[in-house]
């Protein structure tokens, strides 16, 4: 069973910076896509950036120039380094996988979400 696991949340202050760490295991499978989305309080999850196979990435506006999306994919991880934070950051943010798994011997399609992580953005 493929399981994403985050890591790098917190509190920091206006102007500061933070990275999140997302590591997929568990099983066997490949790629297509990963991604970082967030949801603050009374709103919906939105797409934040994310980053294919062939390493094309996709940005909010809202985090564009700021926010750096990238991937090691010997480790399975995404990354999300983010800079110059607002208070308006703040939210849960979620990792999320697009990939092809290995099921009953066929390559199957499937989506997988990571648990959340908090970030905070605060003086």
């Known amino acids: 069973q493929v399981q994403l696991v985050e890591s790098g949340g917190g509190l920091v202050q206006p102007g500061g910076s933070l990275r999140l760490s997302c590591v997929a295991s568990g099983g066997t499978f490949r790629i297509n896509a990963m991604g970082w989305y967030r949801q603050a309080p009374g709103k919906q999850r939105v797409l934040v950036a994310s980053?294919?196979?062939?390493?094309?990435?996709n940005y909010a506006d809202s985090v564009k120039g700021r926010f750096t999306i990238s991937r090691d994919d010997a480790k399975n991880t995404v990354y999300l380094q983010m800079n110059s934070l607002k208070p308006e950051d703040t939210a849960v943010y979620f990792c999320?996988?697009?990939?092809?798994?290995?099921?009953?011997?066929?390559?199957?399609?499937?989506?997988?979400w990571g648990q959340g992580t908090q970030v905070t953005v605060s003086s």
């Open positions: 999320n996988a697009d990939l092809q798994v290995l099921t009953k011997g066929r390559m199957i399609r499937e989506l997988y």
């Open positions: 980053i294919t196979s062939r390493v094309s990435t």
